[in-house]
């Protein structure tokens, strides 16, 4: 038992929760998105139980790096599974377990990282939103990537970032989801 045993517990859950939806998506489609769900939030919470709850307790030392790996491919998990099973709702758990991943490790991230993550993030978002022409994707990861950029990016002006740094962030960003439009229209 013990912490371990805990998350082993919670991961097989997850895992069975993630075989059911595979073995039900042809005959129950709202099951398959709710058993997918629901194995992805259990996923994210083995991978914070290991990093922050048990940290000292478990029996192999998950680092921030580590988690975030770890968080990056349960991502990924959930924005291949809204396309497999064309679910936009699965692509809400990508959405959310991808923006609240900085916010559930442990630390200040390294700022050169912390902005590749959120540049690969919104291009994922954005790349799954046009292939899956759900256009409301790209713009909550507009919204936020905003958000963090103005309350953990910019206001390092001092400390980090200087005047260029700030001004090749913010026209990164822009660039980035100012060509959706274009992008856009390629698809028409």
Known sequence: HGPSGRVALAITAACAFLFAAA??????AQCCQAFTGGGITMLYFSVWAMNVLYADEFIIEVGNNTAQFLYI?????????????K?????????AGGYITPLIIEGDPNLMMFLLYLATLSSGLIALGWYQKWKNLHV???LFTQAYLFSRIY???DATL???????????FFMLFGLLPFIYQFRL
């Open 23 to 28: 073995y039900f998506q042809s005959k129950y």
């Open 73 to 85: 491919i349960i991502t990924a998990f959930a924005a291949l599974a809204s396309i497999r099973y």
């Open 87 to 95: 679910a936009q709702i699965i692509a809400w758990f990508a959405v």
């Open 140 to 142: 909550l990861a507009f």
């Open 162 to 172: 200087s005047d260029s740094g700030q001004i090749a962030v913010a026209v990164g």
């Open 155 to 157: 206001p390092l002006y």
